[in-house]
């Protein structure tokens, strides 16, 4: 086997990419040579021209007779560029932001809502980045407001407002799936924004306020049945001694009186009025009357 043969697998990438691997040939070779001589006899005035610098954070994509050279990205650094047989492209590796306007979606409960976000990516290939599509970045923003329309066209209203974090993370597959092809790597996709219509608002709001009254009449209901449970033990425990229940009595005045009231109403029992009572009658009928 011969050992200067591409594999396959190569093969296939270098046809995706647009790259050749083949050699420029006896007309390419002519037209090299012409451009080193140019450069040679307008030296030092062409090398101003020829030398180019790539910053950190770029990569420069040369074609030679419009093929890619050296199947990949040249940079960071300075670079040689042939005057008229080199063209270049400069590709920006850092992370770019896109934010997706808001779409105007038909949830699967029929509830029309506007939802915004925002994509994070970059650019990790950028030779797949010129070769495979025309424009990188306005691809990679259709893609995306496509991919939030159709995933959120299959939620219902509640699934977007409380799971979106699990929204945002599969839209960020299927980005990342789908712009592998083209040199990009989606870090982070964040839904911003949900907008209900007004009335919707207004409704959600009245079901939220029924359901908190109705759960704080139950925690009211289930306090009144824990109080009379408790008072239904304490008269038990009152009953059982007569005592108690007078010192419990006294304490309740103590309490009433050391909030300076002015008036103090204390309740006597009904047999102690009836003993009162039962005296005064005997004594207005020992009292002789007067002639």
């Given at each position: ?35 080193m001589l140019l450069m040679i006899i307008t030296f030092p005035i062409s090398i101003w021209m020829c030398l180019k610098i790539i910053k950190e954070y770029e990569r420069a994509v040369v074609f030679r007779l419009g093929r890619i050279q050296a199947n990949k990205a040249k940079g960071p650094g300075l670079i040689l560029v042939l005057p008229c047989i080199d063209v270049f492209v400069k590709v920006d590796l850092r ?197």
């Open positions: 086997m011969d050992s200067g043969a591409a594999s396959p697998e190569k093969q296939g990438k270098d046809t995706l990419v647009g790259i050749s691997s083949n050699r420029l040939g006896v007309c390419g070779w002519i037209l090299w040579s012409l451009s992370t770019i932001t896109c934010n997706i306007p808001p779409q105007e979606i038909l949830t699967r409960d029929s509830v029309t809502t506007q939802v915004d976000g925002v994509v994070y990516y970059r650019i990790h290939s950028a030779v797949s980045a010129v070769a495979n599509v025309n424009d990188v970045h306005q691809a990679t923003f259709l893609l995306a407001q496509t991919t939030l329309r159709n995933v959120l066209g299959t939620q219902t209203l509640s699934q977007i407002l409380a799971g979106r974090e699990e929204i945002a993370h599969s839209i960020q597959t299927l980005l990342d799936d789908a712009t592998e092809l083209w040199g990009i790597r989606v870090a982070r996709v964040e839904i911003k924004d949900v907008r209900i219509p007004q009335q919707l608002q207004r409704s959600m709001a009245a079901e939220a306020e029924a359901t908190r009254e109705a759960r704080a009449r139950v925690v009211a209901a289930e306090g009144e049945m824990n109080a009379s449970k408790s008072l239904k033990s304490a008269s038990m425990v009152l009953a059982e001694s007569p005592i108690a229940l007078q010192l419990r009595y006294l304490q309740t005045l103590t309490t009433v009186a050391t909030e300076k009231n002015s008036t103090i109403v204390f309740p006597l029992p009904m047999n102690i009025l009836e003993g009162i009572g039962g005296i005064c009658y005997d004594n207005h009928k020992k009292v002789p009357q007067k002639a």
